[in-house]
């Protein structure tokens, strides 16, 4: 069974940097795609990034430029780069591991938290 484990949360001022981390245990060798979603209050929870087992990633247009995923295979876990951070960043940050081959299947982490704010 996966379970993933975020880490790397916290408060920080606009325009600071955070990393996350995520570490899975159990096997994912069936899970190709690894990513970060997050969930402002009152809103619906969306993507942040993407990356597949070869290493393309996924971004949306609001972190484009100021995020960076990456992924360590060997350790099974998944990176989250923020520079650049703006208020509107804050929301708590989920780790997913995602098979999108039958039978599909999407594993969380119970997410952490980014406040940015001055």
């Known amino acids: 069974q996966v379970q993933l484990v975020e880490s790397g949360g916290g408060l920080v001022q606009p325009g600071g940097s955070l990393r996350l981390s995520c570490a899975a245990s159990?096997?994912?060798?069936?899970?190709?795609?690894m990513g970060w979603y997050r969930q402002a209050a009152g809103k619906q929870r969306e993507l942040v990034a993407t990356?597949?087992?070869?290493?393309?990633?996924n971004y949306a247009d609001s972190v484009k430029g100021r995020f960076t995923i990456s992924r360590d295979n060997g350790q099974n876990s998944v990176y989250l780069q923020m520079n650049s951070l703006k208020p509107e960043d804050t929301a708590v940050y989920y780790c997913?591991?995602?098979?999108?081959?039958?039978?599909?299947?999407?594993?969380w982490g119970q997410g952490t938290q980014v406040t940015v704010s001055s």
């Open positions: 159990g096997s994912i060798a069936a899970f190709n795609v």
């Open positions: 990356i597949i087992s070869g290493g393309s990633a």
């Open positions: 997913a591991v995602i098979r999108t081959t039958l039978p599909f299947q999407t594993v």
